[in-house]
């Protein structure tokens, strides 16, 4: 080998070993943007109003990257920021990926699926159980939430199963202070990583009849930590 190829390669080994220090640098929210773009196959589309899902349609984002534009939110944790889907009864959302600024998420009104779905960074919050029926999340993905990520608004059936979130404050809250309403919901086969975070709890609700059934749960979080259910008659209980 020449001395000027000998030099090349050494060059090209310099800036390999800059870049990798680099990005390790930024840990563990340079890993899980990075899972994030990886599967990424579809091009960035724009958002400036909410998009509706007509009653009983599918939406298949085919993986494209939705980008809520300002008029939505900014993505804090200020109220009142709009949605960037809005799924009437019995709509589907399914092969999306919600980017930054991530606004009020997903408002279900009833029966949805949502299946196939990454927020690369929650807003105020992921998805708001908006009307009641069942609503399924099934393999889905959520990253940097700053608090909550699924709101439940109203009485409904909420599973969430086979899905990953990562960064979070609770996974799930039934709104505060509600007494009366009843929700169902059911957790399987789901992971919640607690890398470098302090979550207050996976799941809170102030309702005494809201039952919580659960299996296959992966989490570093120590169990007594997993449920706030402070009023007598919540049911929590695997399955
Ligand atoms: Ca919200
Ligand atoms: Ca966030």
Same mark, same amino acid.
């Given at each position: ?47 400036? *109003?909410?998009?509706?899902? $007509?009653? +009983? ?8 990257? &939705?980008? %809520? #534009? ?55 919050? *992921?998805?708001?159980?908006? $009307?009641? +029926? ?8 959520? &990253?940097? %939430? #700053? ?74 979080? %120590? ?17």
């Amino acid at each position: 080998m020449k001395r000027k190829q000998i030099f090349a390669l050494a060059l090209m080994a310099t800036a390999f070993a800059t870049g990798c220090s680099k990005s390790n640098e930024q840990l563990p929210e340079t890993i899980a943007k990075a899972e994030a773009s990886e599967a990424r196959a579809g091009v960035v589309i724009s958002v400036p *109003a909410t998009i509706r899902v $007509a009653a +009983g349609k599918t939406f298949d984002g085919h993986n494209d990257i &939705y980008k %809520a #534009t300002s008029a939505l939110g900014d993505g804090s944790q200020d109220e009142g920021q709009k949605p960037v889907f809005r799924l009437e009864k019995g709509a589907k959302l399914i092969n999306v990926r919600i980017a930054f600024p991530g606004c009020d998420g997903v408002h279900c009104y009833g029966d949805n699926l949502i299946s196939n779905v990454t927020w690369e960074d929650v807003g105020e919050d *992921a998805l708001t159980m908006k $009307a009641g +029926g069942n609503i399924t999340i099934d393999n889905c993905r959520a &990253y940097f %939430a #700053t608090d909550k990520v699924f709101m439940l608004s109203s009485a409904g059936k909420f599973t969430l199963k086979n899905s990953t979130i990562k960064t979070f404050g609770k996974i799930m809250r039934q709104i505060g202070g509600d007494t009366k309403n009843t929700c169902e919901i059911i957790i399987d086969n789901c992971t919640f990583d607690i890398t470098g975070q302090k979550p207050t709890c996976l799941v809170q609700s102030d309702s005494p009849t809201t039952t919580l059934r659960y299996r296959g749960i992966k989490t570093a979080l %120590a169990s007594d930590k997993w449920w706030r259910f402070p009023n007598v008659g919540s049911q929590v209980k695997p399955f």
